[in-house]
């Protein structure tokens, strides 16, 4: 008979949580391909200077008014 039972349950557990994280890992790497990336959209300078002008536009009025 075998004595060794507790260490063959311990094995199998850890094989079970091994491929589990496996599993969920391969869909995470999967999920983030397949996602789009929306922050390309607002990596272009023309979105910032947008922004800017009007603050030189603003700061303008301010210094034609005083």
Known sequence: MREDKGGHSLLWI????????AIAGIAYAVYRYMTPS??????DDDFFDDF????VVEEA???AAN
């Open 52 to 55: 800017e002008d009007d603050d």
């Open 38 to 43: 929306y922050t390309d959209d607002f990596d």
């Open 14 to 21: 850890l094989a079970i949580i091994g491929a589990i994280t």
């Open 61 to 63: 009025a301010e210094a």
